[in-house]
């Protein structure tokens, strides 16, 4: 996998909070291999994490 963004919230290792969206995401990135996701959108306001969870999860994969 190719990474194009730099990572920009520090240590990922250092990511805090969110363990229940962090967990459904990692659920659904072992669900997508079995190809049996449905696609999912991230529905917040600005400043609230969404980018910081994903490149947390991309991490994690």
Same mark, same amino acid.
Do not use: N
């Given at each position: 996998?190719?990474?194009?963004?730099?990572?920009?919230?520090?240590?990922?290792?250092?990511?805090?909070?969110?363990?229940?969206?962090? #967990?459904?995401?990692?659920?659904?990135?072992?669900?997508?291999?079995?190809?049996?996701?449905?696609?999912? #959108?991230?529905?917040?306001?600005?400043?609230?994490?969404?980018? #910081?969870?994903?490149?947390?999860?991309?991490?994690?994969?």
């Amino acid at each position: 996998m190719r990474t194009y963004l730099k990572e920009r919230i520090g240590k990922p290792e250092l990511f805090t909070g969110r363990k229940k969206e962090l #967990a459904f995401f990692l659920d659904w990135i072992d669900r997508t291999k079995q190809e049996v996701s449905q696609s999912t #959108a991230i529905l917040s306001r600005r400043k609230t994490s969404k980018t #910081a969870l994903l490149q947390t999860v991309q991490h994690h994969v």
